[in-house]
């Protein structure tokens, strides 16, 4: 067990539709990265999110968007799904970069939500 | 994965030694990782590089040189456990990109 927790752990939804994503860091961190992993693409680094500012974005959608709440949990919401949005998402946290007893930008993973757009 | 190369699948037998090869563009490197990913489960931290040399840790260590744009994960004593894919991702101007992964079978 990591620490880090996301829900729901499995969604089905139909294209065209929205949903959210939800994820919480282990305690202490500050930094929440989200990923996406589907079988042909392997894992897409989505964007990064430091104490509730966005810090860098990856191969992000404009029909994807992110954020950072104040209490460090964050959410991913997708919308006008397509058939291609189905994957795996996993987010991960990892330690402020002035922790001295931490690998520097370890990260760890929660255990993923598995969208399946039908 | 946006020029982070690395076998596809590689089969290696129990107790042996295996070592797995990546490569990447050089270009805005600010660190280099490998992580262990078992099918269905989420992909688990094994070590980091960001200077030259060689880093150890039990039965896994992991290799770095930036001139060449390469590293490698090295494991010895291979246990049955060990298969699953190897991801290695590099840190580039704050994104981080992840190679394919090796698919690692063990047999006994």
């Known amino acids: 067990d990591s620490g880090v927790t996301q829900t729901p752990k499995h969604l089905i939804t139909a294209t065209g539709q929205r949903v959210t994503l939800r994820c919480s860091p282990r305690?202490?961190?500050?930094?929440v990265y989200w990923y996406q992993q589907s079988l042909d693409q392997g894992l897409q680094f989505l964007i990064h999110y430091y104490n509730g500012e966005e810090r860098a974005k990856g191969n992000i959608l404009e029909r994807f968007s992110a954020q950072q709440f104040p209490d460090l949990h964050s959410e991913l919401n997708l919308s006008s799904l397509e058939l291609g949005d189905s994957a795996l998402y996993f987010c991960a946290s990892s330690a402020p970069i002035n922790t001295r007893d931490r690998v520097p930008n370890e990260q760890f993973f929660g255990p993923g939500t598995r969208l399946t757009v039908l | 994965g946006q020029n982070i190369d690395q076998p596809t699948e590689m089969t290696a037998t129990e107790g042996a030694i295996v070592q797995i090869n990546c490569t990447y563009q050089t270009s805005g490197f600010n660190g280099l990782f490998w992580y262990q990913q078992h099918a269905g489960e989420a992909p688990t931290f094994l070590s980091y590089n960001v200077l030259d040399g060689l880093e150890e840790k039990g039965r896994f260590s992991s290799f770095l040189s930036r001139s060449k744009g390469y590293s490698y994960l090295l494991l010895k004593e291979l246990q049955m456990k060990d298969s699953a894919s190897y991801l290695c991702?590099?840190?580039?101007?704050?994104?981080?990109?992840f190679g394919k992964g090796t698919r690692l079978h063990i047999l006994p």
């Open positions: 991702a590099v840190i580039r101007d704050d994104k981080i990109i």
């Open positions: 305690s202490g961190d500050l930094s």
